[in-house]
């Protein structure tokens, strides 16, 4: 079962945002925070990159493995709740939660199905 945080802001269409690990945001993170349009985001992941990179300069190449790792794996974790605050600090507002077993399809329709008023959108556009 796969669950999703429903962010809404006023008649456009709401922005389901899944819960869990992102492997993308693990394995690239940049481009991930890029192609969600996370500016800040990415401007605080290129000054921490550049601080972590100095930090660690002078250790060796056992240490700097590890410390590189457990940070992207803490961005992978992450990456989502990055999202939720961006979209908070645009105006979104999380008005649920939804799971569905089949996809983030079946979860639209769950919601739209709970909450038809959410549907105000479509009649706008």
């Not at 992941?45 to 940070?71: F, R």
Request: proline fraction near 4%; glycine fraction near 8%; charge should be positive.
């Amino acid at each position: 079962m796969t669950i999703w945080t429903v962010h809404a802001r006023g008649t456009l269409a709401p922005v389901l945002v899944r819960e869990g690990f992102s492997l993308w945001a693990f394995l690239v993170s940049l481009p991930w925070f890029l192609w969600h349009r996370m500016w800040l985001v990415s401007v605080l992941y290129v000054a921490g990159v550049v601080i972590a990179g100095a930090a660690t300069a002078d250790l060796p190449q056992e240490v700097t493995g590890p410390v590189t790792l457990a940070l992207q794996l803490l961005i992978g974790w992450h990456a989502r709740d990055l999202r939720r605050w961006t979209l908070a600090r645009r105006g979104w507002r999380m008005i649920g939660v939804v799971s569905s077993a089949g996809g983030e399809d079946a979860a639209v329709a769950r919601l739209y199905t709970e909450r038809p008023e959410l549907l105000a959108w479509v009649k706008a556009a």
